[in-house]
T-cell receptor, first 113, second 114 residues
Framework: DAGVIQSPRHEVTEMGQEVTLRCKPI?????LFWYRQTMMRGLELLIY????????DSGMPEDRFSAKMPNASFSTLKIQPSEPRDSAVYFC???????????FGSGTRLTVV | AQSVTQLGSHVSVSEGALVLLRCNYS??????LFWYVQYPNQGLQLLLK??????LVKGINGFEAEFKKSETSFHLTKPSAHMSDAAEYFC????????????FGEGTQLTVNP
């Protein structure tokens, strides 16, 4: 099992540019989560999907953020336009059911300059 | 809504000493409880979990935790610390009524001194 795969590992972009983060969950998992981690705010849940359907997006900071899950094996998190305060590590995680715990990817470190 | 409090943002122990990381939770319904470890520049890795049944749960790397409902606690322990245990540790809770989303504590940075 390859685990949750995120790309890119690192992204440096200029303010105002569009950024797209990608995630491939573990095969067979029915939940997918996007988290953001910063020193100031810790680990925050942005949005999660169940069977490809967004369930709770209350953590998405503002309309500049959007997430999609077109199929069970792929999800994207898009920021447009990006701002320096979006700089953080973004994690994708997946799980089968909710009692097993979330399996995290290695994260994408985003720097917006 | 559920919540988690990790007591002590930094814990320092000597190699070979007992590791005790504290976690208290708040939930109006039976919770699922988890401990995760995060090494530098890596994602979170599940150490152990409590869902139902035996209240003492054993995880990877020699860690264990005990669910104490009366104390609303889920403290993480390891009898003898190794240098490789130095990392950040997160306690998390989820309940079915909140859609089973994980709520994380703020984390405890564990330092192991030689």
């Amino acid at each position: 099992d390859a685990g949750v795969i995120q790309s890119p590992r690192h992204e440096v972009t200029e303010m105002g540019q569009e950024v797209t983060l990608r995630c491939k969950p573990i095969s067979g998992h029915d939940y997918l989560f996007w988290y953001r981690q910063t020193m100031m705010r810790g680990l925050e849940l942005l949005i999660y999907f169940n069977n490809n359907v967004p369930i709770d997006d209350s953590g998405m900071p503002e309309d500049r953020f959007s997430a999609k899950m077109p199929n069970a094996s792929f999800s994207t998190l898009k920021i447009q336009p990006s701002e320096p305060r979006d700089s953080a590590v973004y994690f994708c995680a997946s799980s089968f059911g909710r009692a097993s715990g979330d399996n995290f990817g290695s994260g994408t470190r985003l720097t917006v300059v | 809504a559920q919540s988690v409090t990790q007591l002590g943002s930094h814990v320092s122990v000597s190699e070979g000493a007992l590791v005790l990381l504290r976690c208290n939770y708040s939930s109006s319904v039976p919770p699922y409880l988890f401990w995760y470890v995060q090494y530098p520049n890596q994602g979170l890795q599940l150490l152990l979990k409590y869902t139902t049944g035996a209240t003492l749960v054993k995880g990877i790397n020699g860690f264990e935790a005990e669910f104490k409902k009366s104390e609303t606690s889920f403290h993480l322990t390891k009898p003898s610390a190794h240098m490789s245990d130095a990392a950040e540790y997160f306690c998390a809770v989820s309940v079915v009524t909140s859609g089973s989303r994980l709520t994380f504590g703020e984390g405890t940075q564990l330092t192991v001194n030689p």
